[in-house]
Nanobody
Framework: PLVESGGGLVQPGGSLRLSCTSS????????IGWFRQAPGKEREGVSC????????YVADSVKGRFTISRDNARNTVYLQMNSLKPEDTGVYYC?????????????????????WGQGTQVTVSS
């Protein structure tokens, strides 16, 4: 299972750090992707990190503002979100499956990922 946390209400320009926690087995075998879904919109990929953390990817819409990282000792993948904008509002999910980051890089639809967390709400508003 995957468990997200760290969402909340923040003003534009603020920061949040999301966490995605799972078992050591999952994190050692699978890459982890972050996705988000705004009301009335399709779920979109935000960022992805490989099992070793050697390779990370972020969507153009968040490049320079969001950073993905992992702490294997804590079995956790983080999404640091800075300079938040109202358009970043949505439910943020972490997900995994075989070949997580290769799929993410190809823009494969979210329905192709089998394992998801419950999501955490991020609201950026003044």
């Amino acid at each position: 299972p995957l468990v997200e946390s760290g969402g909340g209400l923040v003003q534009p320009g603020g920061s949040l750090r999301l966490s995605c926690t799972s078992s050591r087995l999952v994190l050692d075998v699978f890459g982890i992707g972050w996705f988000r879904q705004a009301p009335g919109k399709e779920r979109e990929g935000v960022s992805c990190i490989t099992t070793t953390g050697d390779s990370t990817y972020v969507a153009d819409s968040v490049k320079g503002r969001f950073t993905i990282s992992r702490d294997n000792a804590r079995n956790t993948v983080y999404l640091q979100m800075n300079s938040l904008k109202p358009e970043d509002t949505g439910v943020y999910y972490c997900a995994t499956d075989l070949e997580t980051c290769p799929r993410w890089r190809l823009g494969r639809p979210s329905r192709e990922y089998d394992y998801w967390g419950q999501g955490t709400q991020v609201t950026v508003s003044s």
